[in-house]
Nanobody, 126 residues
């Protein structure tokens, strides 16, 4: 089973940028739907961005135009480039994988994603 390890979180001022990375223990390209999720204190975990096996992407409305999900197949690494960060982006960010493609959206049931990392904290100050 694939193991996922996130990195790249940190503290940044509003308007700044961060790039999160998710290193997978095996080749994920065209095999797994990959997603980024986040959970702020006191709030439910929500989908942020998803990347399907055919390369199609899905974004939450709150991050469209600011965040970009991508994958380096040679490195088995998923990225989330986050620009124009806002204080409301403050959360623990998780990488997740769903074996197989299809129905790979930010609003897909989180139970479909069978593999999760431990998360990386992002804090945006105003």
């Amino acid at each position: 089973q694939v193991q996922l390890v996130e990195s790249g979180g940190g503290s940044v001022q509003a308007g700044g940028s961060l790039r999160l990375s998710c290193a997978a223990s095996e080749y994920t390209y065209s095999r797994y739907c990959m997603g980024w999720f986040r959970q702020a204190p006191g709030k439910a975990r929500e989908g942020v961005a998803a990347l399907d096996t055919d390369g199609s992407t899905s974004y939450a409305d709150s991050v469209k135009g600011r965040f970009t999900i991508s994958q380096d197949n040679a490195k088995n690494t998923l990225y989330l480039q986050m620009n124009s960060l806002k204080p409301e982006d403050t959360a623990m960010y998780y990488c997740a994988a769903k074996l197989g493609g299809g129905y790979c959206y930010t609003y897909s049931p989180q139970g479909y994603f069978g593999y999760w990392g431990l998360g990386t904290q992002v804090t945006v100050s105003s």
